[in-house]
């Protein structure tokens, strides 16, 4: 099973892609912001990471490379 992490802010949309995410049996984890995902991230990096575009406490794309080596 593949380990995902997804941050999305909207519990609705967070919901049905997790729903669907599962059901392709992926392993998912949603935050609901990305200081969440970023405290996440300093203890385990999964296999992906997938990112809501325009969340409302900043960027994490680059901080993810970081802590992927």
């Not at 941050?7 to 995410?21: F, H, P, R, T």
């Not at 991230?41 to 997938?50: E, K, S």
């Amino acid at each position: 099973m593949v380990e995902l992490y997804y941050a999305e802010d909207d519990a609705d949309i967070a919901g049905v892609v997790k729903e669907y995410l599962e059901q392709k049996h992926f392993q998912v984890t949603v935050y609901a912001t990305l200081s969440q995902l970023r405290q996440a991230l300093v203890c385990h990096v999964p296999t992906l990471v997938l990112l809501d575009w325009n969340m409302p406490d900043g960027g994490v794309c680059f901080e993810i490379q970081l802590y992927s080596h």
